[in-house]
């Protein structure tokens, strides 16, 4: 698919979407001409929000940043890089602990398609311990989240885990 200009695709569970991914989300926009963020449908997880949810939740917190588009995708990342134009994989970095996962998983995307590069884009320090799996526990537990998600996330956070048992 030929398209002008540079598209990055950023791929991620997003269960559910958090400050974190926005703080490289804005940051990806002032440097790509398309921006592509997208839910990776794994079977082998047990997220929290379906896929349509996770979507859903995606495109109310992006709604207002020009340059995003929200989509889902299965299978290898780099065929649908490929698929959708892009030229880079963008993948968040926190700590060192993030580093040999992200290496490992840019090497095999290179060995399977070495035309895409993989970025490793720094959020602001104040996301640096933040992800997905801490916001859901800590709202499990019944404590405040709304530092960590947008209000829409946290609102859908609250019903989810009220329509659950726990
Ligand atoms: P995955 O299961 O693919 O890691 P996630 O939704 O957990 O999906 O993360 C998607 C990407 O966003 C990963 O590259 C991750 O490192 C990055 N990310 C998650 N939270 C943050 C954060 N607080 N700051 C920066 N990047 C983040």
Do not use: W
């Amino acid at each position: 698919m030929e398209v002008k200009g540079t598209a990055a695709l950023y791929p991620g569970t997003f269960d559910p979407v958090t400050y974190g991914h926005l703080d490289i989300a804005e940051r990806c926009v002032r440097i790509f001409d398309r921006f592509i963020m997208a839910v990776a449908v794994n079977p082998t997880k047990e997220p929290l929000f379906d896929v349509d949810e996770r979507l859903e939740m995606l495109r109310a917190v992006t709604g207002d940043m020009a340059g995003v588009e929200v989509d889902r995708f299965e299978g290898l990342t780099v065929e649908y890089a490929r698929k959708r134009g892009a030229q880079v994989i963008v993948r968040g970095l926190r700590a060192l602990s993030d580093f040999e996962e992200e290496f490992k998983m840019a090497a095999a995307n290179r060995k399977l398609a070495d035309e895409i590069n993989t970025v490793l884009m720094l959020p602001s320090e104040k996301y640096f311990y933040l992800n997905s799996s801490l916001v859901k526990e800590i709202a499990r537990l019944g404590g405040p989240v709304e530092c960590f998600v947008p209000p829409v996330v946290e609102e859908r956070l609250r019903e989810k885990l009220a329509s659950r048992a726990y």
